[in-house]
T-cell receptor, first 113, second 114 residues
């Protein structure tokens, strides 16, 4: 089955710096890659997603890049703010006959004011 | 538009009991997916329902089951509870395409099995 590895598990950055979280996946059939932010006591919230026919997508301070050949995708957050502190999850899913989704293990991001 | 709601928010059960969790999706969403989140195993996909039918299923034992009603509300049932079933159970709704679509998560139900 699909295996998604996420690194790093924890990340501390100074406010205003950039943060990068990387994920790799194993199933070449995966074609949808969302990123979620989870704050304490809340459910995950989609912050950005990318499909396999796109190499990069940007939404204000957040961007995601996808390299299908290498089977890895990354989340980039620029100009980090204290409210960006949370746990971030990547995921990979496929729309083939039987849909499945596999999540990464999460990255705890701390933005230091 | 109201978000995904889950009830109850917290639940304590003992081993061997069964439990039913409820999820109300965003109005107009027809797909409901369920997930289990634990510190050890992370976020794992349980199953997805669409139009009252289970469309996709993760790798969980048959003790975990669910159903969806005609109004898209969904319930998840766990029978013969084990200590390892203690977890945050999340449901997520999407318009139609399930796990390959934009999903909106509820706040979760925290289940503790004693």
């Amino acid at each position: 089955g699909e295996n998604v590895e996420q690194h790093p598990s924890t990340l501390s950055v100074q406010e205003g710096d950039s943060a990068v979280i990387k994920c790799t996946y194993s199933d070449s059939a995966s074609n949808y890659f969302p990123w979620y932010k989870q704050e304490l006591g809340k459910g995950p919230q989609l912050i950005i997603d990318i499909r396999s026919n796109v190499g990069e997508k940007k939404d204000q301070r957040i961007a995601v890049t996808l390299n299908k050949t290498a089977k890895h995708f990354s989340l980039h957050i620029t100009e980090t703010q204290p409210e960006d502190s949370a746990v971030y999850f990547c995921a990979a899913s496929s729309s083939g006959g039987y849909q499945k989704v596999t999540f990464g293990t999460g990255t705890k991001l701390q933005v230091i004011p | 538009k109201a978000g995904v709601t889950q009830t109850p928010r917290y639940l304590i059960k003992t081993r061997g009991q069964q439990v039913t969790l409820s999820c109300s999706p965003i109005s107009g969403h027809r797909s409901v997916s369920w997930y289990q989140q634990t510190p050890g195993q992370g976020l794992q996909f349980l199953f997805e329902y669409f139009s009252e039918t289970q469309r996709n299923k993760g790798n969980f034992p048959g003790r975990f089951s669910g159903r969806q009603f005609s109004n898209s509300r969904s319930e998840m049932n766990v029978s013969t509870l084990e200590l390892g079933d203690s977890a945050l159970y999340l449901c997520a709704s999407s318009l139609e395409r399930g796990v390959t679509d934009t999903q909106y998560f509820g706040p979760g139900t925290r289940l503790t099995v004693l």
